[in-house]
């Protein structure tokens, strides 16, 4: 696809950036090979080929909610600060 320098200067003003001549032929060939590339990739064949959404099919991955007793809430409280009624206690968080 070809860009002119005045689209260039165009797509620079839109986007607030203030370019010097020097660089104005930089962006242009920049450009113009991103909208190349971008060119062949939409025109890659892909009749045929399965509908994905992501490169892996990863389901849900977490594990089931389950309550487990705790056998020795003794040794666990030792390494609180405080603590009160066998639970920890913290300071108040939230006025």
Not at 19 to 43: G, T
Not at 75 to 89: I, R
């Amino acid at each position: 696809m070809k860009v002119s320098k005045e689209e260039i200067l165009h797509i620079a003003n839109l986007s607030d950036l203030i370019l010097e001549e020097n660089e104005v032929d930089k962006y242009l060939l920049n450009l113009q090979d991103i909208l190349n590339f971008a060119n062949i990739v939409s025109n890659a064949p892909v009749e045929g080929l399965d509908i994905t959404i992501g490169s892996n099919e990863a389901k849900n991955v977490f594990r089931k909610d389950e309550i487990k007793i705790f056998e020795d809430n003794k040794s666990l409280l030792q390494n609180a600060p405080t603590q009160d009624q066998n639970m920890f206690k913290i300071p108040k968080v939230i006025n």
